[in-house]
């Protein structure tokens, strides 16, 4: 599936946009519109994507910048692969900035959305001779696939286990704890500090693959059939189980 073709360099603050429904203004700023543009004929230049996201992000509220998904997706549609990671990216975490107020975002722009899917969706099921190729890529993917589908929460979730350590809560009693799934070892604890030495640690039970269902059973199996085991390892963590520290409480550290 294509993008719909989008004349970038039509744009402006004022105008009027043709894949709206019905006369609305677009809600870009000129300068993401000139950004965009540069972008449409130099999508290599890592200066001009730093920018762009600047700009959408912190001068623009996240309804807003979803008007940038329709260039977006011709730019991941029709540009080097570099330029596709970029833009495919960048759209996703538009969509889960905007939420939970991405409603109106997500239909105005439905097309943009299922050929930006489409298109992730294509990379992932690329496999590769080497295992744990560009595995944090490979992670910003899945993101994406997920922001895509509208599972914001799950896209952020992954983001955390890229960072290696993230906050959960007992469903049990809301205690805060620090889950570690990463080079630093795999364990949950009670300090924001997990690298400190004196810090009270319990220990995390990984599922077991044949178990998971869902979500859990379609992130995992993406991650083997792509020949990313350690990947693959940390997601059996992630909805394994733990115990918390304050009554014994057994829990998925997932904790969504």
Request: glycine share 6%.
């Amino acid at each position: 599936m294509r993008p719909p073709e989008t004349n970038i360099h039509s744009w402006g603050h004022e105008s009027r946009c043709d894949w709206f429904d019905g006369p609305v203004s677009n809600p870009l700023r000129p300068q993401a519109v000139a950004l965009l543009a540069e972008l449409s004929t130099n999508g290599a230049n890592s200066a001009v994507w730093s920018d762009l996201r600047d700009e959408l992000y912190y001068r623009h509220i996240g309804e807003h910048a979803c008007a940038a998904l329709p260039a977006l997706a011709a730019l991941a549609g029709q540009g080097s692969p570099l330029t596709r990671m970029r833009a495919i990216e960048l759209a996703a975490d538009l969509l889960a900035r905007a939420d939970p107020h991405a409603g109106d975002a997500r239909e105005r722009y439905a097309a943009d959305i299922a050929a930006l899917l489409v298109l992730v969706r294509a990379d992932l099921a690329r496999k590769y001779p080497d295992e744990d190729h560009e595995s944090d890529v490979f992670v910003y993917r899945m993101r994406s696939m997920l922001a895509f589908e509208g599972e914001t929460e799950w896209s952020r979730r992954l983001a955390e286990l890229l960072a290696g350590e993230f906050e959960t809560k007992c469903p049990e009693c809301s205690a805060v704890m620090y889950v570690a799934i990463g080079a630093h070892g795999v364990f949950t604890c009670w300090d924001d500090d997990s690298l400190a030495d004196d810090v009270d640690e319990t220990d995390l039970v990984p599922a077991s693959p044949a178990r998971l269902t869902g979500l859990a059973h379609r992130l995992h199996t993406l991650a083997v059939t792509a020949r990313q085991p350690v990947l693959a390892r940390r997601l059996t963590y992630l909805f394994g189980r733990t115990t918390c520290p304050r009554n014994a409480h057994e829990f998925t550290p997932a904790g969504l």
